[in-house]
Structures are given as structure tokens and as C-alpha cells.
């Protein structure tokens, strides 16, 4: 059974542009949630899909949205980059019934220049 | 579920046993995770725990929980260089609740 995929693997952007990261979840997971990385803040989570719905959400400015497909693939897009969007954003996959294991990807990551 | 906090560094022999404790606050029932990261990867799950139990022991790794003072612990039995990486313990609450990590690193 293949994995969580994100791509690309690493993206470089400047500030201002924006940016579009896609995750393939497990097959048969609905739910598909994100999650940044950095240095200073750690894992911090985004938002999570499940069935094309946004479940549960994060505390992270409205730069930052996502969209899951009937398929269950999910994307995140960060609008207007600033430096301190610099990081690793990870998916995580999971059937999404409650008993959660959630698998994640090698992730995606992002500088900002 | 918010404050999950670990101690950040672990140095450890090989063939040793690795201790990593955490600490969460979240009273309810949950689901208690242990997850690896290596060097430019992502997280892989190791082991999990609901709150409701003691102790889960899945080969090497044996986990413990005490409720009554909301401690987890991760232990590694016969750690070997592979082993060397950060875990991250996480508490469920619609979300995961990440400690920052604990860096193991196994010396010959």
C-alpha cells in the first residue's frame, strides 16, 4: 500500500507570491490534515479535510487555505508569502473515524526569499 | 491538549536502553502517539496509547503511562545508531498536540 505523497518536495518562492502544495493520502484515508513546521514554533496544525469538508481548523491567518477533492486529495495554498511562512508542511492521512492513526508524508519544504 | 512538553536531548550508548519522557495536560480521554523523525523526512508513527491504559510494549519499544500524573514515557530497548533521531510524543484532541521533540543521539 503506498504512502502519504507531497509534492513537490521543495519549493523557493519570494515574498508576496503565493504557493500551491499538493498530498495524496493513503488509499481508502478520507481525512487529510496539514501541519507546519519551523525551528522556533514546532508542529503546528493547519486544518484538516475530511469528505471535500473542512473539519477542524488551526490558528493560522486566512493566507493560509486548503481544499480536499472527491478523491481525498488535498491541497494547501499560502497566499502573499512572508518569510516566516519559511518550513516543512506536512500531510497527514487517516481513515478519519475517530481512533485516529495519522500517517504523514516526507513533506514539503518551503523558503521563502 | 495544548502544553505537551519533552525533555530535548537524550545521548545514549549503543546497545542501551533509551528513556524519553513526556508530559501533556489534557485530562480526557485520548489517544497518546509517539512519532520518529529522521534527517529531512517526515514523522513516522511508532507506537500509540489510549489513556486508559498502562503500558503497550510493541517489540523494542514499551510505552508507559501514568495518568495520575500525566507522564508518558518511550522506552527503546538495545538501541542501535539507526535509533538516532527526534520523537516527538503528541496527544489527540481533533487535532495532534505536538511536544517539541526529543533528540536522541546513540554513541558507539
Known amino acids: 500500500k503506498a504512502g502519504v505523497t507531497q509534492t513537490p518536495r521543495y519549493l523557493i518562492k519570494t515574498r508576496g507570491q503565493q504557493v500551491t502544495l499538493s498530498c495524496s493520502p493513503i488509499s481508502g484515508h478520507r481525512s487529510v490534515s496539514w501541519y507546519q513546521q519551523t525551528p522556533g514554533q514546532g508542529l503546528q496544525f493547519l486544518f484538516e479535510y475530511f469528505s471535500e469538508t473542512q473539519r477542524n481548523k488551526g490558528n493560522f491567518p486566512g493566507r493560509f487555505s486548503g481544499r480536499q477533492f472527491s478523491n481525498s486529495r488535498s491541497e494547501m495554498n499560502v497566499s502573499t508569502l512572508e518569510l516566516g511562512d519559511s518550513a516543512l508542511y506536512l500531510c497527514a492521512s487517516s481513515l478519519g473515524e475517530g481512533t485516529e492513526k495519522l500517517f504523514f508524508g516526507s513533506g514539503t519544504q518551503l523558503s521563502v526569499l | 491538549g495544548e502544553d505537551v512538553e519533552q525533555s530535548l536531548f537524550l545521548s545514549v550508548r549503543e546497545g542501551d536502553s533509551s528513556v524519553i519522557n513526556c508530559t501533556y495536560t489534557?485530562?480526557?480521554?485520548?489517544?497518546l502517539y509517539w512519532y520518529k523523525q529522521e534527517p529531512g523526512a517526515g514523522l513516522q508513527l511508532l507506537t500509540y496509547i489510549f489513556s486508559n491504559m498502562d503500558m503497550k510494549q510493541d517489540q523494542r519499544l514499551t510505552v508507559l503511562l501514568n495518568k495520575k500524573d500525566k507522564h508518558l514515557s518511550l522506552r527503546i530497548a538495545d538501541t542501535q545508531t539507526g535509533d538516532s533521531a527526534i520523537y516527538f510524543c503528541a496527544e489527540w484532541d481533533y487535532k495532534l498536540s505536538f511536544g517539541a521533540g526529543t533528540t536522541v543521539t546513540v554513541r558507539a
Open positions: 489534557d485530562s480526557s480521554s485520548t489517544y
